[in-house]
């Protein structure tokens, strides 16, 4: 039986890529640089600036552009926070189920404290649950099991007993090496990591909509 379902933000629970393609486009055009379409942007997403700059502009942390054209995109990101982000269908039923059922859930994402924060709560979600971590919250990010660790003391809950869901292999490997059982969404940003079932999740959904059967079949629930 679970204790506690923990997410990844991006990708995961929030439709981001809006906001952070859109940052990525006005970036583009500071520059003089042609903008992409968001399809394009959208892999990247899972993997923050780092990603995007590398979709966007083709460079990487080592080009000597790097950090000033990062600091740029997290001043126009961080404006624009929450301007078109959303819960994805299907996730405000989800937390619903997960509450009628007693379950604990919380986020764990390696988006920075200073973004993280303010966009759970324009989502409305930070009433809603005592644990958010962040990428700069533990000492190591994702894939590292120490976010995921940190996020099971808050919740008091053990990891074998925790469900982490995620949309990127490294979501998957930080929640096998903690311990957990895994899910892979498919409707996720998902990079370029491979087939999903090559992933090692324990399991594989569509719909966040398919997580509550999982879920009442595993708690002896119809």
Known sequence: MFEAVLFDLDGTLADTAPDLGGATNILLLEEGRPQHSLETLRPYVSQGVRGLLKAGFGIDSGHPDYERLSNRFLEIYAARICDESQLFSGIPELLDALEDMGLQWGIVTN??????????????????????????????????????????????????????VGDDLRDIQAGNAAGCLTVAVSYGYLGHSGPLDSWGADLIIDHPSELVPFLASRAGLK
Do not use: N, W
Request: include cysteine.
């Open 111 to 164: 988006k920075r404290m200073r973004f993280t924060d303010p966009l759970v709560e324009l989502l409305a979600l930070s009433p809603r649950t005592p644990c958010v971590v962040s990428g700069d919250t533990a000492a190591e990010p994702k894939p590292s099991a120490l976010p995921i660790l940190h996020a099971c003391q808050l919740l008091d809950c053990s990891p074998k007993h925790t469900l982490y």
